[in-house]
Each structure stands twice: as C-alpha cells, then as structure tokens.
C-alpha cells in the first residue's frame, strides 16, 4: 500500500483526473498548465508514474482512473489505522472522539453503520 501515497502535488494532479474523468489526454495537458502551470512533459511523467502504481490508465489517449477517489481514500484510511493504531478501528474512534466531539446525528450515523456491516 506504500507505493499509492500520493504527495501533495501528485495528489491535486489526481484531483484533476478523477475531477474530470474520462479526459483526453491533451486536454489533461491543458488543464494542468492552467492550474498546475506544468509543461506537457510534466503533465506526461506525473501521469506515466501514476499509471504505474495502478491509480490511473491511459489507453488511446483517454485517461480513466482504475480506483476510484473514493477507494484510495480508504485504502489511506487503512493504512493509517494499521501503521497508527496497530490495526485498531475502536483504538482509532477512541482517540478521535476525545479530540473532537462526536454530535448525536454523527453517533446515530456510526451504530447504523456497525449494524448494517453486523447484517453482512
């Protein structure tokens, strides 16, 4: 799971991507020499680099996303709860709601899910 950590520039280049998907590929270069300010080459390399950890394919000059925003996001949240709390997803609620107050509906929100994933 390493290798799909996405720094901060990769990250607003998959934003573009997943933002706009499918895209072609030039008008991919396009829009990140408008909001990134990158060079075609640039625009190239990040994508090839991307491909390559399985984010994202470019097949006939059409861009698509292999996973999805929301499927990185939980492989994210994963690895954080596995590398943070030795894997603990009540460890993990435990510390979170000492810093931050969880409100009725949040709580309300949290049981419907643990019932629903109980009915599996």
Request: proline share 2%; glycine share 8%.
């Given at each position: 799971?390493?290798?799909l950590?996405?720094?901060?520039?990769?990250?607003r280049?998959a934003?573009?991507?997943?933002?706009?998907?499918?895209?072609?590929?030039?008008?991919?270069?396009?829009?990140?020499?408008?909001?990134?300010?990158?060079?075609?080459?640039?625009?190239y390399?990040?994508?090839?680099?991307l491909?390559?950890k399985?984010?994202?394919?470019?097949?006939?000059?059409?861009?698509?996303?292999?996973?999805?925003?929301?499927?990185?996001?939980?492989?994210?949240?994963?690895?954080?709860?596995?590398?943070?709390?030795?894997?603990?997803?009540?460890?993990f609620?435990?510390a979170?709601?000492?810093?931050?107050?969880?409100?009725?509906?949040?709580?309300?929100?949290?049981?419907?899910?643990?019932?629903?994933?109980?009915?599996?």
């Open positions: 799971m390493d290798e950590k996405l720094g901060s520039v990769e990250g280049f934003e573009i991507i997943w933002q706009n998907e499918p895209v072609a590929s030039g008008v991919l270069v396009k829009i990140c020499e408008k909001e990134l300010g990158w060079k075609k080459s640039t625009t390399t990040v994508l090839k680099k491909c390559e399985g984010l994202f394919k470019n097949e006939g000059s059409k861009v698509t996303s292999v996973m999805s925003k929301d499927e990185y996001c939980a492989v994210q949240s994963q690895k954080f709860v596995e590398d943070t709390f030795a894997g603990s997803l009540p460890a609620i435990a979170f709601s000492k810093r931050q107050e969880l409100t009725k509906d949040e709580i309300e929100e949290i049981k419907r899910m643990i019932d629903t994933i109980g009915e599996r």
